[in-house]
């Protein structure tokens, strides 16, 4: 076996130097091990279960201009929508009903949407549903809207830090956007008491083993309890339009690794993963993914949601085929958890 990757399942610690070279080599590292020691991983936390959140994409509105993203503040092309509060509520209700037991709301940095009404959605979901767990997905905020959220009853929160490399991310954002400020937000989420997710696109433009290993680096100190990876898949009216995608095989690469990395991390087979290849979301889990994210916004609003091109809405990563996800998960083995599926230990 190669000696870098057998060191990262010994010991779960690389130095920046070995996660370079490791990271520099990382496809021609044998895939079928790779796959399978990830596999392994995650059936020894997890046995066949596979976790589901239903996704409620509130709002794109948008103040951020970052360069990869379809819902950026400078793109006039997309039809701007929030939900309302009892749109959202209905979606929890149908999703309840259906199983699930996480509901994700997420959605652009939108200034027309205030702190204090997401809390008042936040706590209207825990009276309702009070064996569920809100997880919010809504950008850098001030220390006292996530506390005020936390205390509103919010258990996690997902804030890709995109990359973990200061010169990378201003190549992928505006001057107006700085690394530093991203990672003390990730920093403040985890002392109020969240569990947090981290994480970055695969193959964004500028990305380089260099930059993956800043990626790894950080992942292997900051030790999130979730981390979120997909390929970059441009959208077409963002600057980086014309740029390539990430692929399938480079993102169940970087799964793997960081499942071996980090053994009990909560990590979904993304959305984007499940766009850019028929069976992407079956491979990520068979590449040690552990969690699926279907779509329970309501359908006439998921195109409008539209990160990047082509984004999958319609077929069984929609939250009402459930039963389509579940032939699939047991087709590999795997079963649909009905529960919170809160981070094991700690
Ligand atoms: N391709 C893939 N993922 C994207 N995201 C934003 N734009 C794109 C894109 N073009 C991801 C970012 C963000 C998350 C909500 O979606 O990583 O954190």
């Not at 130095?15 to 796959?35: M, P, Q, V, Y």
């Not at 509520?89 to 309840?96: F, H, I, N, Q, S």
Request: net charge negative.
């Amino acid at each position: 076996m190669d000696e870098l990757l057998e060191k990262l399942i010994e010991e779960h610690h690389l130095s920046r130097e070995e996660w370079r070279a490791l990271l520099a080599r990382r496809r021609s590292l044998d895939k079928a091990l790779l796959f399978g020691r990830a596999e392994a991983e995650r059936r020894r936390w997890y046995g066949d279960a596979i976790y589901v959140r239903g996704l409620i994409e509130c709002t794109n509105i948008c103040k951020n201009n970052c360069l990869y993203c379809g819902i950026r503040r400078g793109n006039p092309a997309v039809s701007r929508y929030r939900l309302e509060r009892d749109t959202i509520l209905d979606c929890c209700a149908r999703g309840y009903e259906w199983g699930f037991r996480t509901f994700v709301l997420q959605g652009g940095e939108d200034p027309g949407l205030s702190p204090d009404q997401i809390a008042e959605w936040v706590g209207a979901i825990k009276a309702n549903w009070p064996d569920c767990a809100v997880t919010l997905s809504l950008g850098e905020c001030e220390r006292s809207v996530y506390q005020l959220w936390f205390d509103a009853g919010a258990d996690r929160y997902l804030l890709r830090h995109e990359t973990a490399d200061a010169a990378h991310y201003a190549m992928l954002h505006p001057p107006e956007m700085a690394l530093g400020h991203r990672l003390d937000c990730l920093r403040t989420l985890k002392e109020i008491g969240y569990q947090v997710g981290a994480g970055f696109m695969v193959g964004s433009p500028g990305q380089t083993p260099d930059t993956l290993a800043a990626d790894f680096c950080f992942l292997q100190e900051f030790q999130p309890h979730m981390v979120g990876i997909g390929p970059f898949i441009p959208q077409k009216d963002t600057p980086f339009g014309g740029e390539t995608a990430g692929t399938l095989e480079d993102t169940l690469i970087l799964l793997a690794l960081v499942r071996l990395l980090l053994p009990r991390v909560l990590l979904p087979a993304t959305t984007a993963l499940g766009t850019i290849h028929p069976q992407g979301r079956e491979l990520g889990i068979k590449a040690g993914a552990n969690v699926v994210m279907p779509n329970l916004s309501p359908p006439a609003t998921r195109e409008k949601y539209t990160l990047y091109d082509h984004k999958l809405c319609t077929g069984e990563e929609a939250a009402e085929h459930l039963a389509g996800l579940k032939r699939r998960l047991a087709s590999i083995g795997c079963t649909v958890a009905v529960h919170r599926g809160d981070f094991p230990g700690n």
